[in-house]
């Protein structure tokens, strides 16, 4: 399911708050963008046309709506995309980017440590 990044950004406040009304949303998407409600209803009435959302409860006026769609099932195929367009299919340099170019907590190197072990044991090495 294709998503622009205004519609993947509102996906990201409803996959971590579970269910939420479009003025709570319009709310926490203000404390980081100009943007006006009913720019914010659009994109939800969108989201639930493409079927990423749908009304989970109504009180009084106001509607509220779940994810449909888990988070990995949008994610990974954007990740692939991006390996794609950035990295021509190969991995690997983002991976090196990662581990040389960003901030790593040692719990961070720590779980990457444990992902790497298990393909490791995976490919019988």
Same mark, same amino acid.
């Given at each position: ?19 939420? +009304?479009? /003025?709570? =949303? ?9 943007? !006006?409600?009913?720019?914010?209803k659009t994109i939800i009435d969108r989201l639930e046309k493409k079927g990423s959302l749908k009304r989970s409860k109504t009180l ?14 949008? +994610?990974? /195929?954007? =990740? ?9 299919? !190969? ?35």
């Amino acid at each position: 399911m294709a998503l622009s990044n205004f519609e993947l950004e509102v996906m990201q406040l409803f996959w971590q708050h579970k269910e939420a +009304s479009a /003025p709570q =949303i319009h709310k926490l998407v203000a404390q980081t963008r100009d943007v !006006k409600y009913s720019t914010v209803k659009t994109i939800i009435d969108r989201l639930e046309k493409k079927g990423s959302l749908k009304r989970s409860k109504t009180l009084g006026r106001t509607i509220f709506y779940a994810p449909t769609t888990e988070k990995q099932s949008v +994610s990974v /195929p954007l =990740i692939k995309d991006f390996i794609n367009k950035v990295f021509l299919g !190969k991995s690997r340099p983002l991976a090196a980017h990662i581990l040389e170019q960003e901030e790593l907590s040692m719990d961070d190197i720590e779980y990457l440590e444990s992902i790497l072990k298990e393909r490791k044991k995976d490919l019988g090495k």
